[in-house]
């Protein structure tokens, strides 16, 4: 568990040099509000997710990702070590991207979400056409999980990095944390699993997903 006073350092490298002090006196400094650096009315914090529609504004995210976001050691070495532990193959291997809060108590500012019978309905499309090699789900939510593997068994789809092959829904439910707001706490452990998810559905060629921030940031990653 690494220890850091700045938690963006948990997890990625520091974007630049300048220390606080610099910051503080600079004229070219945005303070945000504490919720938005560009302000509710900018694009990037439409909460709709618009604008995945526009390729180009897709191509702006993936520029400041490229230029500026940079993984630590650990990050990096737990994403190959994971690659490896799965056999991971970008081109056969067919991910699907599931925020599960928004299909508990409470939904947040999501938009309007599929029901999960819709994606087992594609995807059985696409494996009933030859299609898919390998399935990987990709949930913070076991029950949501529990569906897919219930529904398509085990036997093409990559086990989770989230979950132990003998984990049941009651003690998976016993031992979660919310947060003030209901959500999922996931803590360090958990958002470096999350994190490595998003970066290794940005790798695939094939893709399904209801939208959030980490499969925004997967789509804007990918080519």
């Known amino acids: 568990f690494p220890s850091h006073d700045n938690v963006w350092c948990y997890f990625f490298e520091q974007t ?60 990096s070495g737990f994403i190959q070590e994971s690659k490896t532990k799965l056999n991971w193959s970008n081109e056969d291997t ?37 299609r898919i090699k390998k399935l990987y789900i990709a949930t913070e939510d076991f029950r949501i999980y529990s569906k897919f593997i219930q529904y398509f068994g085990s036997s093409f789809i990559l086990p989770s990095l989230r979950y132990k092959k ?10 979660q944390k919310l947060t003030f707001d209901h959500a999922i706490l996931l803590g360090y452990e958990k958002t470096l699993t999350y994190l ?18 980490a499969s925004v940031i997967s789509l804007a990653m990918s080519d």
């Open 196 to 213: 490595t998810e998003t970066f290794l559905l940005s790798l695939r060629k094939n893709y399904i997903c209801n939208l959030s921030n």
């Open 16 to 75: 630049s040099n300048i220390n606080l002090s610099e910051v503080y006196k600079s004229k070219n400094v945005i303070l945000s509000s504490g919720t938005s650096i560009m302000g509710t009315d900018y694009w990037m914090n439409d909460r709709k997710f618009a604008y995945v529609h526009d390729v180009s504004k897709l191509k702006i995210m993936s520029d400041i990702i490229n230029q500026y976001i940079k993984l630590n050691l650990v990050s």
């Open 166 to 175: 003998d984990l049941k829904i009651a003690d998976w439910e016993k031992s």
């Open 94 to 130: 067919f991910g699907v991207f599931i925020r599960g809060t928004g299909y508990s108590s409470y939904a947040g500012a999501q938009p309007q979400l599929p029901e999960i019978e819709y994606y087992i309905s594609s995807l059985e499309q696409l494996l009933n056409k030859g």
